[in-house]
């Protein structure tokens, strides 16, 4: 069975948890609810979905009603940045609209990262629950 990847953001640094989809019970919600932290190992917190991207890679959108893959036309937002990168400069392109393919709001079967942010913190700190995040921080530096 796949798993959900999920990026927990307090504000200042990021955290990662994988966790089965069988024992993960959030299918059916959508971008800006809230859920519990405790089925994550996080007693105590209080999450919400801020985004995600599906198998594939392409992001989920808060605008999109439903769990459906589609092609929009977009001009700025989530998934299109609107900038040309040219000899080192960014460029901010005005007026141009770009067909890009978006997931919808709800999580399903086929997301495979589930961004959230915290909302109620619990009693023990983040940098307790995920030591391991710590270690790859002193891999990087060594």
């Known amino acids: 069975m796949a ?6 953001s307090d504000g200042k640094k990021s955290y990662q948890v994988e966790k089965d ?7 059916g919600k959508k971008i800006g609810e ?3 932290g405790q089925f994550l190992g996080m007693d ?4 919400q979905i801020t985004g995600g ?9 808060n605008d999109i009603e439903g769990n459906l893959r589609r092609r929009f036309l977009v001009t700025k937002g989530i998934g299109y940045s609107g900038t040309k990168k040219e000899k080192k400069r960014k460029y901010k392109l005005k007026g141009v609209k770009r067909r890009k393919t978006l ?13 959230c942010k915290v909302i109620k913190a619990g009693s023990k700190p983040l940098e307790e629950l995920f030591p391991s995040a710590k270690k790859e921080e002193a891999k990087a530096e060594a």
């Open 44 to 47: 105590g917190y209080e999450l």
């Open 53 to 61: 991207s599906d198998k594939d890679g392409f992001p989920m959108r």
């Open 3 to 8: 798993s959900f990847k999920f990026v927990i």
């Open 103 to 115: 997931r919808g709001n709800t999580i399903a079967d086929d997301i495979s990262q589930i961004n």
């Open 21 to 27: 989809q069988k024992d993960a019970p959030i299918f």
């Open 34 to 36: 809230k859920f519990e």
